[in-house]
């Protein structure tokens, strides 16, 4: 079992920057991809970005590349995403999520650890 806390989620202006922070605990060396992933009212969980813990091999959504940053600590236990020229549809609730198996495949369902998540709106 893995732990994840999420935090620095908060309030901000379109072309702003915000960076999430997500602390896991527990089996994190069984979890070979971490992931932040998304999701606004109404809409489906999407994957924002992952990270393999050993390669570093890292994946966008095409909403964000060029954006946004995924970026590790394993000597802490840490996932990182940062988040530079927010735009209002970056408002969602974020999570961060882990996994033993290939990033590669994106799908939520695949993914079997989940943080609470944190709050990012974006006012235009």
């Known amino acids: 079992q893995v732990q994840l806390v999420e935090s620095g989620g908060g309030s901000v202006e379109a072309g702003g920057s915000l960076r999430l922070s997500c602390a896991a605990s527990g089996a994190t060396s069984g979890r070979n991809c971490m992931a932040w992933f998304r999701q606004a009212p109404g809409k489906e969980r999407e994957r924002v970005a992952s990270?393999?813990?050993?390669?570093?091999?890292?994946y966008y959504a095409d909403s964000v590349k060029g954006r946004f940053t995924i970026s590790q600590d394993n000597a802490k236990n840490m996932v990182y995403l940062e988040m530079n020229s927010l735009k209002a549809e970056d408002s969602a609730m974020y999570y961060c999520a882990a996994k033993k198996s290939l990033c590669m495949v994106a799908g939520p369902a695949t993914f079997t650890d989940w943080g609470q998540g944190t709050q990012v709106t974006v006012s235009s």
């Open positions: 990270i393999y813990r050993g390669s570093g091999t890292t």
